[in-house]
């Protein structure tokens, strides 16, 4: 299989089989996004002490690439501090641009994402999540900024 091909699968098996979906009870965070182009909708859920992500799940609708993406985000955040969660937001923002800020190691399944940056009109699909927690994060712990 291609590279290219191998991306799509890992995409395509976020997207039908996507990780922590659905809701929590009692969450810290509780935010709700959009993406303007589309009107595609993602809803995050997070059990968040000011410290650590202690659970995480999304719900929403979108396409594969907004839904995979988050699907890959809250894998990556959940159990992890404040400061993790920031450098993955801003690496996966850079990497949108072309930059490459984390390590293949670190990006894990969120290397399939890499190809994205070359279609401009699909960024905000997959920065969708990213930037939403960007912004719960910035309400809840904003020294950390
Ligand atoms: Fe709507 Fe991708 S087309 S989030």
Same mark, same amino acid.
């Given at each position: 299989?291609?590279?290219?091909?191998?991306?799509?699968?890992?995409?395509?098996?976020?997207?039908?089989?996507?990780?922590?979906?659905?809701?929590? +009870?009692?969450?810290?965070?509780?935010?709700? +996004?959009?993406? &303007? $182009?589309?009107?595609?909708?993602?809803?995050?859920?997070?059990?968040?002490?000011?410290?650590?992500?202690?659970?995480?799940?999304?719900?929403?609708?979108?396409?594969?690439?907004?839904?995979?993406?988050?699907?890959?985000?809250? +894998?990556?955040?959940?159990?992890?501090?404040?400061?993790?969660?920031?450098?993955?937001?801003?690496?996966?923002?850079?990497?949108?641009?072309?930059?490459?800020?984390?390590?293949?190691?670190?990006?894990?399944?969120?290397?399939?994402?890499?190809?994205?940056?070359?279609? &401009?009109?699909?960024?905000?699909?997959? $920065?969708?999540?990213?930037?939403?927690? +960007?912004?719960?994060?910035?309400?809840?712990?904003?020294?950390?900024?």
């Amino acid at each position: 299989m291609s590279l290219e091909g191998l991306y799509q699968e890992i995409i395509l098996d976020h997207y039908k089989n996507p990780r922590n979906r659905g809701k929590l +009870e009692k969450p810290d965070i509780d935010i709700f +996004e959009s993406n &303007p $182009l589309c009107g595609d909708e993602l809803c995050l859920h997070a059990h968040y002490d000011g410290k650590t992500v202690k659970d995480i799940k999304f719900d929403g609708k979108g396409c594969s690439i907004s839904i995979a993406s988050a699907s890959m985000m809250t +894998e990556v955040l959940k159990g992890g501090g404040t400061e993790h969660a920031r450098k993955f937001i801003d690496g996966i923002k850079a990497m949108m641009h072309g930059k490459a800020d984390l390590t293949d190691e670190e990006l894990g399944d969120m290397e399939a994402l890499k190809g994205v940056a070359d279609f &401009p009109a699909r960024v905000k699909c997959a $920065l969708l999540a990213w930037t939403t927690m +960007e912004k719960a994060l910035n309400q809840k712990s904003p020294e950390g900024k």
